[in-house]
T-cell receptor, first 114, second 114 residues
Framework: GENVEQHPSTLSVQEGDSAVIKCTYSDSASNYFPWYKQELGKRPQLIIDIRSNVGEKKDQRIAVTLNKTAKHFSLHITETQPEDSAVYFCAASLFTGGGNKLTFGTGTQLKVEL | NAGVTQTPKFRVLKTGQSMTLLCAQDMNHEYMYWYRQDPGMGLRLIHYSVGEGTTAKGEVPDGYNVSRLKKQNFLLGLESAAPSQTSVYFC?????????????FGAGTRLSVL
């Protein structure tokens, strides 16, 4: 099955700096790569996703890049703000008619310091 | 439109007791999923359903059963709870069509087994 590794497990940045979180996956057939943000005690919420036919996607201060050859993808947050502090999870899946079985990474605790 | 609703929010069980967690969605979603979240391990898929009357095993199905008798409800059962099942349980659903990859999560159920 799919295996997703995520690094780093914790990340501390100064407000206004950029943050980068990296994930690798094992199944070359995976075609969907979402990123979820989870605040303490809350539900995971999708912040951005990318499909395997796209190399990069951007949404305001957040961007995701995908390197299919190397089987890794990254989340980039620019101009970080205190409200970006949360746990971020990457995931990978192969969507078929049988559903979208996400395999998650172990999470990155991002702390944005004033 | 409540989205994905999980009940109960908290529960404490003794080893060997049984219980059922309810997930309800009012978005007419086809796909529904149950995950568990443990510290340092991200979210892991327990069971999932691709439609009313169907269920399938995920990554960690042992000790759990599920049913999807109605499209809007997905039940997760623990027949004989064990301390290893202490976790936070999240239900998710995803729509048909173009956004079928996107999973919407419930608020979670925090379960402790003593």
């Amino acid at each position: 099955g799919e295996n997703v590794e995520q690094h780093p497990s914790t990340l501390s940045v100064q407000e206004g700096d950029s943050a980068v979180i990296k994930c690798t996956y094992s199944d070359s057939a995976s075609n969907y790569f979402p990123w979820y943000k989870q605040e303490l005690g809350k539900r995971p919420q999708l912040i951005i996703d990318i499909r395997s036919n796209v190399g990069e996607k951007k949404d305001q201060r957040i961007a995701v890049t995908l390197n299919k050859t190397a089987k890794h993808f990254s989340l980039h947050i620019t101009e970080t703000q205190p409200e970006d502090s949360a746990v971020y999870f990457c995931a990978a899946s192969l969507f078929t008619g049988g559903g979208n079985k996400l395999t998650f990474g172990t999470g990155t605790q991002l702390k944005v310091e004033l | 439109n409540a989205g994905v609703t999980q009940t109960p929010k908290f529960r404490v069980l003794k080893t060997g007791q049984s219980m059922t967690l309810l997930c309800a969605q009012d978005m007419n979603h086809e796909y529904m999923y149950w995950y568990r979240q443990d510290p340092g391990m991200g979210l892991r898929l327990i069971h999932y359903s691709v439609g009313e009357g169907t269920t399938a095993k995920g990554e960690v199905p042992d000790g759990y059963n599920v049913s999807r008798l109605k499209k809007q409800n997905f039940l997760l059962g623990l027949e004989s709870a064990a301390p290893s099942q202490t976790s936070v349980y999240f239900c998710a659903s995803s729509p048909p069509g173009r956004e079928k990859n996107i999973q919407y999560f419930g608020a979670g159920t925090r379960l402790s087994v003593l």
